[in-house]
Every structure is written in structure tokens, then in C-alpha cells.
């Protein structure tokens, strides 16, 4: 027994026969193992709080429909060759009488577009919309050497109307409208001229409040009966 007790004390070794550094070993792997599960909690945290990011820049139910009408590429020459930049022209609506446009330029095209969208998003107006499908009545617009007119359809007619003055109509949510362009095809002078004929848009909920009148009573100023202005008067909701 005297022999045993000497023998650990010799060698540093424990009564069980295991080695003293082997225990130690296992005990500083144990001590990592710990120190990698923190860090695991700690990078388990960052993915956390990104995967909050990503739920915040999820788009939180009212998307707008974006349409690029046109991008512009232009160049600079300088000391060793030619620098590039690019414009773009983006409208922007809800679908629902809510539309804007905007211009933006960068170096490189996606930046220009998200410079556009964003401007659109800052400019956008209200349109009052006929059964929520055309125009409540006809219009002109002017811009430049641009010149349109829109007219308000029936049901099924369509949108007939030119590329960027479609993107405005499609992004405001008009089913049925027939414009006309003269002038320019400058797609800005086209857009800045359809949205001045559009802001120019009444509706007769609007007009009998400004005039202190029924709209039963505007409606019927038209030829229209008694009994057809009060179910079309009904029939407006904006």
C-alpha cells in the first residue's frame, strides 16, 4: 500500500490509473467545447438579427407596380478615354389611382433605377377613377413640345395609348382609356404632359362639394332623369 501511495506521488498520476495530463486534456477540451458553444450562440445571434433585416425590407403588403420607360446612356470623354453614366425614367403606381414618375442618373444602371423609383415614390398624386377603370372625363395636357389628350372610354375598350404614356395608365390602375400624342416623342415631355392632363382630373363628388350642390343634381343637368342621376350618383364612390 505504502509502495501504491509512493508510486502516484512519483509519477503525478491519479489512484484510477488515468494520467494526470490525459485528464487535463480532456478537462481543456471541455473548456473549448464551451468556449465554441458561446461562440456559437454569438454567431447563432448575428443570424438572428439579420434575419430580422431581411423580414424588414420584406415589402409589407402595398407594392407598387414599377415600369421603366426609358434609360439614356451618355458619355463624357476624358484624360485616358470615355466615362459612362445612365439616366432612367421610372413610373411608378398602385394600381388603385395612385401614380408618380421620376428620374434618377449613376454610373451604372441599377443605381440610376433605384435613384428613379425613389423619386417617383416622393411625387406621386391622386386620380380620381371612374368605376375604378377609366377617366371621369376628357383631358389635355402640354409639356414642351409634347401634346396630349386622353378621353375616357367604355367597358372593354382598352389601354390605346403609346409606350411611356401605357406605363402611366397601367401603374394608375385605367383599364379603359384612349389617348393621343402630338408633338414630340420625347419620352419626358410625353410623361410630364400626361401627367399634367391627369392632374386636371375632377371628379363629381368633388365638383358638387366645391358648388355646395348634390351630384344627383350635376348628374342631371346632362339630360339625365331624375331616377338615372340618383343610381349613378349612388354608383360614385370617389
Known amino acids: 500500500m505504502a509502495d501504491e501511495v509512493n508510486n502516484t506521488e512519483a509519477t503525478g498520476a491519479p489512484a484510477d490509473g488515468a494520467p494526470q495530463g490525459e485528464r487535463q486534456g480532456r478537462g481543456g ?18 443570424r438572428g438579427r439579420r434575419d430580422d433585416r431581411n423580414k424588414r425590407d420584406e415589402p409589407q403588403g402595398d407594392e407598387l407596380i414599377e415600369k421603366l420607360v426609358h ?74 413640345a409634347g401634346k396630349v389628350t386622353l378621353r375616357s372610354a367604355p367597358q372593354g375598350t382598352g389601354i390605346i395609348a403609346g409606350g411611356p404614356m401605357r406605363a402611366v395608365f397601367e401603374s394608375l390602375g385605367v383599364a379603359d382609356v384612349v389617348t393621343k400624342s402630338n408633338g414630340t416623342s420625347n419620352p419626358y415631355n410625353m410623361i410630364r404632359a400626361t401627367f399634367e392632363a391627369l392632374g386636371e382630373q375632377t371628379s363629381p363628388k368633388s365638383v358638387a362639394a366645391r358648388r355646395g350642390k348634390k351630384i344627383a343634381d350635376l348628374l342631371g343637368r346632362g339630360g339625365a332623369t331624375a331616377v338615372v342621376a340618383e343610381a349613378e350618383a349612388a354608383a360614385i364612390t370617389e
Not at 132 to 144: A, E, M, Q, S, W
Open 29 to 46: 477540451r471541455g473548456r473549448g467545447r464551451g468556449g465554441n458553444e458561446r461562440g456559437g450562440n454569438d454567431r447563432g445571434g448575428g
Open 71 to 144: 434609360i439614356n446612356r451618355v458619355s463624357k470623354t476624358v484624360k485616358g478615354g470615355k466615362r459612362f453614366g445612365f439616366a432612367a425614367l421610372v413610373v411608378v403606381g398602385d394600381g388603385q389611382g395612385r401614380a408618380g414618375f421620376g428620374h434618377g442618373k449613376a454610373r451604372e444602371v441599377p443605381e440610376a433605377i433605384s435613384k428613379a423609383t425613389a423619386a417617383a415614390k416622393k411625387k406621386m398624386i391622386r386620380v380620381p377613377l371612374k368605376e375604378g377603370r377609366t377617366l371621369h372625363h376628357d383631358g389635355t395636357g402640354h409639356f414642351g
